[in-house]
C-alpha cells in the first residue's frame, strides 16, 4: 500500500495553474487593493483560458 504525504501540491492540478498564473499572467506588477489583485486575477484566468483554447 502507498500512502500519499497529508497535503501534496504537485498532486493538486489547481496548484499549478495558480503557479502559471502568478509567473506568466501577474508577475512583476503591483497592485493598488484587494480589488484590483482580483481584476488582475480574473484577467489572467480569462487569458490563460484563450491561449489553452478552454472556457473559463
Known amino acids: 500500500m502507498f500512502f500519499f504525504p497529508q497535503y501534496c501540491s504537485e498532486m493538486n ?7 502559471h498564473l502568478k509567473r506568466d499572467e501577474i508577475a512583476g506588477l503591483m497592485f493598488k487593493d484587494e480589488l484590483e489583485l482580483a481584476y488582475a486575477v480574473i ?4 487569458t ?3 491561449k489553452g483554447n478552454y472556457r473559463t
Open 13 to 19: 492540478l489547481i496548484e499549478l495553474e495558480w503557479q
Open 48 to 50: 490563460r483560458g484563450q
Open 43 to 46: 484577467d489572467g484566468v480569462d
